[in-house]
């Protein structure tokens, strides 16, 4: 684990805030999980939701701007303790069905050709009368 005072050294009393209150209940919550258990939404969703409130509430009482940089570091920093090794399935870009992605590509080009043909047939048709 990482010296969470240490991402607050220049913030003062509300970085020390963050890390008694918040970082310190969210690291006790995710030690309860069992670690396998650490990359299951469902199973962190309730620790990283109290977090996030947590880290609002804090910065609401103490006058500060949320979400600020040393919020985003702190996530970072976490992600990095906690989440590094968790697939990123569910949140890849993937390409459509074909059945969704067909009709797309078919259409245009069935359309394209199809006035291509056009142009050259009145193009033939045109010629003889001119």
């Given amino acids: 684990m990482t010296d969470w005072d240490s991402l607050f050294c220049c913030s003062g009393a509300y970085g020390r805030a963050i890390a008694d209150f918040c970082v310190t209940k969210f690291t006790l919550d995710m030690k309860a999980l069992d670690q396998s258990l ?28 949320w979400p600020n940089q040393q919020i985003d570091e702190l996530f970072i920093r976490l992600h990095m303790d906690y989440f590094h090794d968790c697939a990123l399935t569910g949140r890849l870009l ?37």
């Fill in 94 to 130: 993937r390409d459509p069905p074909i059945r969704i992605l067909g009709p797309f590509i078919g259409v245009p080009v069935l359309v394209t050709l199809l006035m291509t043909a056009l142009v050259v047939w009145s193009g033939k048709c045109c010629q003889g009368i001119v």
């Fill in 38 to 65: 650490w990359c299951s939404w469902s199973d962190t969703f309730q620790p990283y939701e109290e977090l996030t409130n947590c880290t609002y509430f804090v910065a609401l009482k103490m006058h500060c701007f």
